[in-house]
């Protein structure tokens, strides 16, 4: 006598037993669904995560126009970088930023640690008008911090969720301490 089909809702036996509509787990955090998003909407949202970075960019390039010569006109401290060192390293920063979204995204969906994202990505693009826009110096310190804590944040809400984004934001991190030692030395300085 044959034996019935296999009901495909029941695992196989000698799997293990996963929760009730829960989600699965891999070795780095928890899972959207065991086999993730499509391919073209993943490429998609990788876009949509590289625009989102990239209008971060824009404001902040919009209201740097003629930062140089405000830059250069500026009392510096002894550890300020070249002007011209700001374009390459908020490039690669900007990126990194981009794709750590997109694999939290991939992982987990649009969850707290994707808002906490949008936060660090909004106290971003604000920092530059207040700094070199409005030439409110103190002021932008004090925005720079409150990115330093969001940036943070964001990277412990995305090592639980996918630590090789949370890995991308370490040089994001440094670069933004580094950039409010440079803020608050301009402030003291001007």
């Known amino acids: 006598m044959p034996h019935p089909p296999a009901d ?26 065991a086999d993730g998003p499509s391919r073209g909407r993943s490429l998609l949202m990788l876009l949509a995560f590289l625009g989102a ?8 390039g919009m209201a740097a126009a003629g930062s140089q010569e405000t830059y250069a006109a500026l009392r510096l401290p002894a550890f300020a970088p070249p002007a011209w ?3 390459p390293a908020w490039t690669v920063l900007y990126v990194l930023i981009a794709v750590a979204g997109w694999l939290v995204w991939r992982r ?3 969850d707290r640690a994707l808002a ?12 530059t008008p207040l700094f070199f826009g409005a030439d409110l110096y103190w002021l932008a310190f004090a925005e720079i911090v409150l ?18 984004a949370a ?9 933004v301490s580094y950039a409010g030692a440079l803020n608050l030395g301009i402030a003291l300085l001007n």
Do not use: E, H, K
Request: hydrophobic content about 55%; aromatic content about 8%; proline content about 11%.
């Open 8 to 33: 495909p809702r029941r695992p196989a036996p000698g799997t293990p037993p996963r929760a009730a509509g829960g989600p699965s787990r891999l070795a780095d955090g928890p899972s959207r669904a």
């Open 53 to 60: 970075t990239a209008i971060a960019a824009g404001i902040g």
């Open 85 to 87: 060192l700001f374009g």
């Open 108 to 110: 987990a969906g649009a």
């Open 116 to 127: 906490l994202w949008c936060a660090q990505l909004v106290l971003n693009a604000l920092w």
């Open 147 to 164: 990115l330093w804590v969001a940036i943070l944040a964001c990277l412990v809400a995305f090592r639980a969720r996918r630590p090789m």
């Open 167 to 175: 890995l991308l934001l370490v040089p994001y991190l440094a670069w």
